[in-house]
């Protein structure tokens, strides 16, 4: 697995995130999203990264 970046708020910059794992949450209109849940290399801070949705065709 590719190492995944996000923005930490404690450090106030990118980061990448040790632990990183895939989650489901609830989007808009009962929509489930996908998104990344790990910890900021740095400062261990809880970290969160929304992924892109698939495009519908």
């Known amino acids: 697995m590719a190492a995944v970046e996000g923005y930490c708020v404690k ?7 040790k632990n990183a794992k895939e989650v489901d949450m609830n989007g808009k209109g009962g929509v489930k999203r996908k998104a990344m849940k ?20």
């Open 38 to 57: 790990g910890s900021c290399a740095k400062c261990a801070t809880t970290m969160f990264r929304i992924m892109p949705s698939a495009k519908k065709k």
């Open 11 to 17: 450090c106030k910059a990118k980061s990448e995130m």
